[in-house]
Nanobody, 121 residues
Framework: QVQLVESGGGLVQAGGSLRLSCAATGSIFRINDMKWYRQAPGKQRELVAVITSGGSTNYADSVKGRFTISRDNAKNTVNLQMNSLKPEDTAVYYC???????????????WGQGTQVTVSS
């Protein structure tokens, strides 16, 4: 059974840093794009960063220059390094990936359980 397991959230002061990690586990054949989303209270879920299997990246304007997404294809992991954090970065962060399981011809969209990031002013 394929699943995404996140870790690394927490409470940090403004200007600080946190690193989120997400590991895909199970019988995995291939992972396409891996993404990080976030959802703040009362707001819609928004895309924060995406990384392709080839390593190309894209970021929301609000985090460019502060966040860095990376992945390890051998370990099926994706990370989000968050620097210069601001109170408006406070949200639940979710990893997301399109994963092809072994023996399955179509990819499925998987989500992590979410991890809380709180930035105090």
């Amino acid at each position: 059974q394929v699943q995404l397991v996140e870790s690394g959230g927490g409470l940090v002061q403004a200007g600080g840093s946190l690193r989120l990690s997400c590991a895909a586990t199970g019988s995995i054949f291939r992972i396409n794009d891996m993404k990080w989303y976030r959802q703040a209270p009362g707001k819609q879920r928004e895309l924060v960063a995406v990384i392709t299997s080839g390593g190309s990246t894209n970021y929301a304007d609000s985090v460019k220059g502060r966040f860095t997404i990376s992945r390890d294809n051998a370990k099926n992991t994706v990370n989000l390094q968050m620097n210069s954090l601001k109170p408006e970065d406070t949200a639940v962060y979710y990893c997301n990936a399109e994963i092809f399981a072994v023996g399955v011809s179509l990819g499925n969209d998987y989500w992590g359980q979410g991890t809380q990031v709180t930035v105090s002013s």
